[in-house]
C-alpha cells in the first residue's frame, strides 16, 4: 500500500512534466478520486494520511499554482473557504492538541483547498470543461455498469479487486426492498448515489453537445451521450438512497432550466415547483417522522425518525458549542446516536456556528456565481453549463441533509466551489452549432 500510494505521487508529477497539468487531472486524478475509497491510503505516524486522490492532487495544484497562480483574482468564496479551514485547526487547536489540529488542517488542505485551487484555475481553461466533464461522467457510468453485478448477484466488485491489491476485504452489503444498496467504488451506498447523482446532471449539458455532433454513435439503438446519462440514472436508482434522489430530482429540475427557450419563465416555474413541492414535501416528512422510534412500520421510517430525533437531541450541544464548537476529537455523542446522518449539523456540532455560516455562505456563492454566468452569456451551452453547475450544487446540498460528508463528496463540493468561481463565456463553439439564446435570462434582449 506505501509504495503504491508514493508511487501515484511521483508518477503524476512525472504526468505532469512529460504530459500536461491537464493530463494529470484526467488520466490520474479522476481514476483515483472515483475508482479507490479513502480508506485505501496510508499513515505515517503523527503526519496526515494520503489517500491515492490526494496523492494525485498535490502536485496538481501546485503545478497548477506555479503556473497560473499569478492569474488568480480574490473573490469571497475565498475568504470563506479560509474562514472555515482555519476555523476547523482553531477549534482542534483549543479543544485537542496542537498535533490534531495539524492534522485536520492538512486534511483540509487535501481535501477542500487543493480541489477548489485546481478547479478555479484549471477547469474553465481551453477544452478542460468539456474534456473534464466528459470524463467524470463517462467514468461514473462506467462504475454504475459494472455495478449492475453488485446490485444484482450482491459482489461488489470493485470491493473484492481492491481488496486482492490492497488487502482489504471487507465488504458489507445493505439490503432495501430485497435488492443490494450498491456502494460501487465509493465505499458506500449513500455516497455512490451523491456521486452518481453529480455525474447525472452534468451529463445533461454533456449530452446536449454530444447530440450535435454528426458522427456520435448509437449503441442498442439509442445515442451514447442518452445512455452515458442513463446509466449514470441507474447508479442513482441501485444506490437506492433517499436523500441522493431527492438531490437528483431537484438537481434536474435546475439544471434544465438551461434547455428551455424561455429560461426566464422556466426558472420562475421551476423554483416554484420546488417551493411548494418542498414546503408539502416538509410537511409531509414532519408527519411520517413524528412519534418514537419503536412506533416505525419499516425501516424507512425508523430512519426517518432517527434523523428528525438527531436534531432535537443535539440543540443543547448546538447551544453550549457557540461560535467554534468541539472539533473532532471532543465532539459530544447522544447516547446510541453516534452517526450523525446530516453533514450540516455534523459541521456545526465540530466547527460550531463559524463553520455552518461559512459552509453555507460557500453555497450561496456557488448559486450567485452560476446564476451570473448564466445571465451575461449568449451561448446556449454555457447557460446549460451554468444552470448544471447550480444543478450539481443544489443536489449535493439536499442529499447532504440526510448523510454525512465524506470524503468524496467533499472533494466534489470544492472543486464545483472553486469552478463556478471561474466561469466564463467560451470564445468559439466548436462543440454545437450557434443557437440564439431568446435573452440573457430574459431581463434584456441580446441583439445578434
Known sequence: MTVTVFLVLFLVWYWIKARS?????????????????????YRLPHLPGLTFAFAAIIPIAIAVLIRYGKEWKFTRSDLWLAIFVVGASITELLHSDPGTAGLIFFDNL???VMPYIVGKLLLERNDMRERFVRRFVYLSAFIALISVWEFRMGTNLFAKIEGMLFGWGGFVAQLRGGFVRVSASYGGCEQAGAMFGAAFVLGIWLASIERNKPDEKKYLGLRRSTLIVLLACAGIFMANSRGPEVGAVAGFLIGRIGQAKNVRMTAIATFLLLAVGGGIAYVRVMQYSSGSIWDAKDKAQEDAIYRRALLDEYKPYIRAGGLLGYGVVE?????????????????????GNLGLWTYILMYGETFLASFLAAR??????DILFATCMAGA????????????MGPPMSSLFFLLLGWSQSLRQTESVTV??????????SFRRVVA
Do not use: H, K
Not at 451575461?376 to 451551452?381: G, L, M, N, P
Not at 454545437?432 to 435570462?441: E, G, I, K
Open 110 to 112: 487535501f481535501s477542500s
Open 376 to 381: 451575461r452569456a449568449t451561448q446556449r451551452s
Open 331 to 351: 465532539r459530544p455523542v447522544v447516547p446510541g446516536m453516534f452517526s450523525i446522518d446530516n453533514a450540516f449539523l455534523n459541521i456545526q456540532l465540530i466547527q
Open 432 to 441: 454545437t452549432a450557434p443557437q440564439p439564446v431568446r435573452a440573457r435570462f
Open 393 to 404: 450544487m443544489a443536489g449535493l446540498m439536499l442529499t447532504l441533509t440526510t448523510l454525512w
Open 21 to 41: 497539468i491537464e493530463a494529470a487531472m484526467l488520466d490520474w486524478f479522476l481514476p483515483c478520486y472515483l475508482f479507490l475509497p479513502a480508506y485505501y491510503g
